[in-house]
Structures are given as structure tokens and as C-alpha cells.
């Protein structure tokens, strides 16, 4: 029974459409009333307008909390959380770019064009600088004879030398057997140049080695034995120093050959360059 009168009261209340407008303004003339005439109002009359009055407004709520409360029982709850809409940033204008613009110390300064040169007039060319060559391997010169008859040279700095000690290398290569045989190697002083050794590839006991300082100059001296030979090949001998703190110099650094064949004398001589 009392879910039958339930469901008729918010049946009702889905239907009713009060115009509380016109209630409102009914309830204003009732409540203000006509003017009254006699001198003595009666106390029972304007009880019973302010009563009629106040009835009005209890029924017009009555029935608006009724039909509230009925869409609110009726509407199951929402999980879904609206939110405001968010107003769009306003639209880049057509004099606006993506590209962030340069700052004032970096942005580019426009470059004025050359004015075109006067008829009859020649323009100047500007000079340039020629790109400096690639450094060729050491070829002889006039203070160099790598070659001589049938003796021929390398001179060459060892690529194991450090800041604090070096290494001058020479390759011999005879095509004949020597009888006679002399190696010099020189080694500039150019700061704190003291021996710390030196080797060949041919037999130790086949020469007399001797090594000394004179005039500026860190002497390495080889010479073949009397009796003893020198084989047809290729042979190196080497100079070990320490030297000064820091890249030496071979600029002033420099060998000699003296040999003696079945074919005569030959000599050569010249410097020490980069290993290759």
C-alpha cells in the first residue's frame, strides 16, 4: 500500500508543472489584501489571510521537494566526473611563426650585395692562399747522397722515441760484399743528449765501437775489423740518447758511410726523417 502511494505521489510529482510565477504573485495580493475599511481589524480576518498565505508557500515547497526527491531516487549515481570545458588557446596569428625567433645577440645581420662594378672598370681579384702541400717522404738533397755505387741508405728517427729519449736508425743495404766498412752516426746536442746504447744487426766481434762527445756533437762510430766482411743485404745500426723534456728536434742530426768493394770506394751520407 505504501509503495502504491509512493509511486502515485512521484508520478504526480514528475507531471506537475506548478507556475510559480502566478502562485507566487497570488500569494503577494492574498497576503497584501484589500484596504481595510472599518477601524477595528479584525484579528481573526488577518490570522486567517496570514495563515491562508503561509499554507500557499508550505504547498508550493511540498510539492517542489517531492519531485526533487523523486528524480533524485530515480537517477542511479554517476561515476563519471564532468569538468569544465578548457578554453583553447587562442590561435597563432598569421605574423606569428613556430620557429622561435633569434635573440638580438645572435640573429643574422642582412648583408648589403656588392654594388655591380663601373662600366669599363675591372673587378679586383682577391689573392688567395694555396693550401699548404702534404709533406713528401725525404728525397736527397744537395747535403744528402743516400746512393752510391753499391751501397745504398735510410736515415729515419725510431717511432718508439719518447719526450725524454730517442732512437736514430740507419738501413744499409749493400749489393756487393764489403771489405771496408766505417758508420758514423751524429747526434746534435740540443739539451742534456747523453748515450744510453747503441746495436747493429751484424756480429758485434766483427767491429770496433766507440762512442764520445766533441763540439757539440754525440759521435756513434763503427768500423769493420781488418779481415772481416760484410754479407750482401740489408743492415741496420742504431744510436740510443736521452735528451731534454720535450719533442727533439733531428733537423741538424745526421749520418756517413764509407765502404770498400771488389767494385771500389762508395760513400753516402744524409739526415734522419720520420719513420715510415
Known amino acids: 500500500m505504501n509503495e502504491h502511494i509512493t509511486r502515485q505521489l512521484r508520478e504526480a510529482a514528475e507531471a506537475h508543472r506548478p507556475d510559480r ?66 578554453t583553447p588557446p587562442p590561435a597563432a596569428t598569421p605574423s606569428e611563426s613556430a620557429t622561435p625567433s633569434p635573440t638580438p645577440s645572435t640573429a643574422p645581420r642582412p648583408v648589403a650585395p656588392a654594388p655591380p662594378p663601373a662600366p669599363g672598370t675591372t673587378t679586383p681579384t682577391v689573392p688567395t692562399t694555396p693550401a699548404a702541400p702534404a709533406t713528401p717522404h725525404p728525397t736527397a738533397s744537395a747535403s744528402s747522397r743516400p746512393q752510391n755505387g753499391s751501397l745504398s741508405s735510410e736515415g729515419s728517427v725510431d717511432p718508439h722515441s719518447t719526450v725524454y729519449w730517442a732512437q736514430s736508425n740507419l738501413v744499409l743495404r749493400t749489393s756487393q760484399p764489403l771489405t771496408a766498412l766505417t758508420v758514423e752516426l751524429r747526434i746534435a746536442q740540443t739539451g742534456e743528449v747523453r748515450d744510453t746504447g747503441n746495436w747493429r744487426t751484424l756480429p758485434s766481434e766483427d767491429f770496433t765501437v766507440t ?15 781488418p779481415g772481416r766482411t760484410v754479407p750482401v743485404g740489408q743492415h741496420q745500426f742504431a744510436g740510443q740518447f736521452n735528451h731534454a723534456v720535450g719533442v727533439r728536434s733531428a733537423a741538424n742530426d745526421g749520418y756517413r758511410v764509407d765502404a770498400q768493394s771488389a767494385g771500389g770506394p762508395a760513400s753516402v751520407w744524409g739526415g734522419f726523417g720520420p719513420a715510415h
Do not use: D, N
Open 21 to 86: 510565477a502566478r502562485m507566487l504573485a497570488r500569494v503577494e495580493r492574498g497576503a497584501a489584501g484589500p484596504a481595510v475599511r472599518h477601524r477595528a481589524p479584525s484579528f481573526a480576518r488577518s490570522w486567517s489571510k496570514a495563515a491562508l498565505a503561509g499554507l500557499a508557500t508550505a504547498g508550493i515547497l511540498a510539492t517542489g521537494g517531492l519531485a526533487v526527491a523523486g528524480i533524485v531516487r530515480t537517477q542511479p549515481p554517476s561515476g563519471t566526473v564532468t569538468t569544465a570545458p578548457t
Open 211 to 225: 762512442v764520445q762527445e766533441s763540439g757539440g756533437v754525440l759521435l756513434y762510430r763503427w768500423v769493420l775489423k
